[in-house]
């Protein structure tokens, strides 16, 4: 039975989409599910976007994969233009910036400028200059969801870069709600905890530390975080904005 299509004719960017084991294409597809045209964005794994193109369009709505680089000046000009220029719309509804990177360091010591700069460029950088790029075409009733970490939070020694990129993403959508509100635009933060997914750090010392002040012992799921953002994304959240949601077993409060 096909699923209530309260998004039905709404036009949403997912970005880091790309791999149906991510946060990013159970997002799509939630999305779908529920009636969204989704334009999915992929760095590297062209094929891979494409399975989550196919599976999307059985849904019977339309889907795009478009390439870009989230570290790139031009990032968020690219993904509107290809989005607007896939479904022949002037407009775009939802906005989620999930695309990111993380990489482990043993400590401060051992962090290279150029890989700080270049995780602050696609966590932070690119997701301002999509939002940036995407507004002109948003209107009262658009929905922007930004996905952070519970390493935002909590740190953790091995990712200092990462924790601070994410931290800066929530710290700039407080920002930009006080200047989308009286738009009737939200803009609101997703944090997770340990996902299953090609980012997973099970086995690590991160992953240990983060167990320990979990109350719901285990990684979650991709469908977990993705029902979080639908919601975030749909019209039953009108009066949420400048919200942090921690989906993490209860990390954040231990
Ligand atoms: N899994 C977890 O435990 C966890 C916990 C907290 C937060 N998160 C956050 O959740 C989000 C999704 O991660 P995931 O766990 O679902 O992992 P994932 O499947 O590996 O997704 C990461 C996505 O980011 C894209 N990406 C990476 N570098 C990029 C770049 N330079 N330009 C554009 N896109 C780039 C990748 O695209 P390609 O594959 O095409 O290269 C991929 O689609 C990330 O922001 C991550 O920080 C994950």
């Not at 036009?11 to 999305?31: D, E, P, Q, Y």
């Not at 570290?71 to 220029?85: C, I, P, Q």
């Not at 997914?197 to 469908?223: C, F, W, Y």
């Not at 953002?229 to 954040?252: E, H, K, M, R, W």
Request: glycine residues 10%; hydrophobic residues 45%.
């Amino acid at each position: 039975m096909s699923k209530d299509q309260y998004l039905s004719g709404k036009v949403a960017i997912v970005t880091g989409s790309s791999k149906l084991s991510g946060i990013g294409a159970a997002t799509a597809i939630a999305l779908a599910e529920h009636g969204a045209n989704v334009a999915l964005h992929y760095s590297s794994n062209a094929a891979a976007a494409q399975e989550v193109v196919n599976k999307i369009k059985s849904f019977g709505v339309q889907a795009t994969a478009i390439q870009a680089d989230a570290s790139s000046v031009d990032f968020g000009t690219a993904l509107v233009s290809g989005t607007l220029k896939a479904f022949n719309t002037k407009k775009i509804d939802i906005l989620v910036n999930n695309a990111g990177t993380a990489v482990i360091h043993d400590g401060a010591a051992e962090v290279p400028v150029d890989v700080w700069d270049n995780i602050f460029r696609v966590n932070v950088r690119g997701p301002f200059l999509l939002i940036q790029a995407a507004l002109p075409y948003m209107s009262s009733g658009g929905r922007i969801v930004n996905i952070s970490s519970i390493i935002a939070k909590l740190g953790s020694y091995m990712l200092p870069v990462y924790g601070a990129s994410k931290g800066a993403m929530a710290s700039m959508s407080s920002a930009l709600a006080e200047e989308l509100g009286p738009k009737g635009i939200t803009i609101n933060v997703v944090s997770p905890g340990p996902i299953k997914t090609d980012l997973s750090m099970q086995g690590s010392p991160v992953a240990a530390r983060l167990e320990r002040n979990q109350h719901i012992k285990r990684e979650g799921t991709t469908e977990e975080v993705a029902a979080t953002i639908l919601f975030l994304s749909s019209p039953a959240s009108g009066y949420i904005t400048a919200q942090n949601i921690y989906v993490d077993g209860g990390i954040n409060n231990p």
